[in-house]
């Protein structure tokens, strides 16, 4: 088509914005602040463990340099890439997920949620909740009228969907589960689909829930202590008892960075409970501060989707604000005791390099699509021949321009 432009005198080109500097600000914030909490979470057990309270320190600290540098790197590739990259990853992920249930994954806990690689450990669970909504909202824009189809825009979707649910209740993984569910479900509201297949749906999977708690003990165990968690608190509820106990000693303000001593009692401090731990040091307001970014967060997210250029992007964008709220919200709900115990990090400030790569990965594609795009036309000017011109000039000009 460049040589019908040159005829014409025009040439479309698309002109790429800044991202958006809040948004890119308020994550890189968020990561100093993670490595600054993690440190102060985990120096007494890696004094005792590591003999160097600074060993989670350094790791979290080149996972942010690495996890910043990924975001900084994705936030310049254009965003409609990912299009032709939907089936690969996904089918890497899902790969992966069945190698950690096959019997090849690292068991922790009692759960096999790992796979190592080299000296790296890797999640397969948090790259299947990016990798999920890049499908979703490749598939729901390609069947944008189709989507309110039984058949085509909701049952495809809601069985890719099932698949990974179910190879995360396999690990056991029910936090990333939930999460997955929701989302699903999330951008099948968004895209338009049929609110009687939704309600449908979130029934039937709930029936599911309600049946795979009570199928498995352990799952029957953190949902009796949820209930009564002071009865349990030496016991099955001890982890939340302790988490509780942490925000209760923070009050308004806080005990000060670094001053917390519920790192001594509460395991896994630096991790999926490190909310406990900035409620302790920093207190209600801390908290309430932490819960104002995230929901900063979306709300750029939101912004971002409203503004892209096509659904694609419009998808993507909402898909990846709705993945890191409702995964900081299950999270601090949880440290809380507001929900039951569940195995979900705190984005870009839990420990982990699995979490945070992905996470910084999802930040820059959303960065990606925060940038404003617009068509420019630039007209070329018309050659002209002086009139006293001869003929054999003349014809060699439009032959110039016709080679063009």
Not at 111 to 132: D, F, H, N, S, Y
Not at 181 to 197: D, K, P
Not at 207 to 220: D, E, K, N, P
Not at 309 to 325: C, K, P, R, V, W
Request: charged share 15%; net charge positive.
């Amino acid at each position: 088509m460049s040589w019908l432009r040159k005829r014409m005198g025009a040439a479309d080109q698309t002109q790429v914005g800044a991202v958006d500097p809040v948004l890119a600000a308020t994550i890189i914030a968020l990561v100093g602040f993670g490595i600054v909490m993690v440190y102060s979470a985990s120096a007494i057990e890696a004094t005792v463990r590591y003999h160097d309270p600074e060993h989670f320190l350094k790791r979290q600290f080149m996972f942010g340099i690495a996890g910043l540098g990924v975001m900084g790197a994705v936030s310049y590739i254009d965003y409609h890439r990912l299009r032709r990259l939907t089936y690969p990853v996904l089918g890497s992920v899902t790969v992966l997920m069945i190698l950690t249930v096959i019997g090849m994954g690292v068991r922790r806990g009692g759960a096999a949620r790992w796979l190592t690689v080299g000296p790296i450990l890797i999640q397969p669970a948090e790259m299947a909740k990016l990798a999920l909504v890049v499908w979703l909202a490749y598939s729901l824009a390609k069947k944008a009228d189709k989507v309110r189809s039984f058949t085509v825009g909701f049952i495809p979707h809601v069985l890719m969907a099932g698949g990974l649910i179910l190879l995360c209740l396999k690990q056991p993984d029910f936090g990333s589960a939930v999460v997955i569910a929701f989302l699903t479900f999330a951008l099948l509201f968004v895209a338009g689909a049929r609110m009687a297949y939704l309600f449908g749906g979130l029934i039937a999977v709930i029936a599911i829930g309600v049946q795979l708690v009570m199928s498995q003990g352990y799952r029957m165990a953190r949902l009796t202590a949820y209930l009564d968690i002071a009865k349990h608190r030496q016991g099955s509820a001890y982890q939340p008892f302790q988490s509780v106990m942490s925000f209760g000693s923070g009050e308004i303000t806080g005990l000060g960075l670094g001053k917390g001593l519920q790192v001594l009692y509460l395991p896994e401090a630096h991790n999926d409970f490190i909310a406990a731990i900035i409620g302790e040091e920093l207190g209600f307001i801390g908290v309430l501060g932490l819960a104002s970014v995230f929901l900063l967060i979306v709300a750029r997210g939101v912004r971002a989707a409203f503004r892209a250029s096509d659904d694609f992007g419009s998808y993507l964008a909402f898909g990846i604000s709705s993945m890191l709220g409702i995964q900081a919200l299950v999270n601090m709900a949880v440290a809380m005791a507001i929900l039951p115990t569940k195995g979900l990090t705190l984005p870009f400030i839990s420990y982990g390099g699995s979490s945070l790569l992905v996470n910084a990965a999802a930040a820059g594609v959303l960065l990606n699509i925060s940038r404003p795009r617009t068509q420019r036309q630039e007209v070329e000017p018309a050659r002209t021949v002086p009139e006293d011109a001869e003929a054999s000039e003349i014809l060699m000009v439009s032959a110039q321009e016709g080679a063009g």
